[in-house]
């Protein structure tokens, strides 16, 4: 079982950034980063396969995050540019633990961490 810690979550002004580091303890394949906020469900927001050859993001993000990965170190990163009142949620890393493109779903991942709080205030 692989174990996922996320870190790098804080609290921002609008316009400002930050960037998401994610810990795997082991080898993984696809990994992605979703995403909750109070009241609403989990939602997709980007993914990457382990070659880093293929990624894609939620519309929402496209554009002002950048996922990115270290297979050397296992880290999986999300940089967030250009942050908004509305990305306020606990950003969760995700993985495959086999080869797999990076699914929009919480199914297509097996291994979960348990989150980091971002919030972006107005």
């Known amino acids: 079982q692989v174990q996922l810690v996320e870190s790098g979550g804080g609290l921002v002004q609008t316009g400002g950034s930050l960037r998401l580091s994610c810990a795997a303890s082991?080898?993984?394949?696809?990994s992605g980063w979703f995403r909750q906020a109070p009241g609403k469900e989990r939602e997709f927001v980007a993914g990457i396969t382990r070659s880093a050859t293929s990624t894609n993001y939620a519309d929402s993000v496209k554009g002002r995050f950048t996922i990115s990965r270290d297979n050397d170190k296992n880290m999986v990163y999300l940089q967030m540019n250009s942050l908004r009142p509305e990305d306020t949620a606990v950003y969760y890393c995700?993985?495959?633990?086999?080869?797999?493109?990076?699914?929009?779903?919480?199914?297509?991942?097996?291994?979960w961490g348990r989150g980091t709080q971002v919030t972006v205030s107005s």
């Open positions: 082991g080898r993984t394949f696809s």
């Open positions: 995700a993985a495959t633990a086999t080869f797999s493109v990076p699914g929009r779903t919480l199914r297509d991942y097996d291994y």
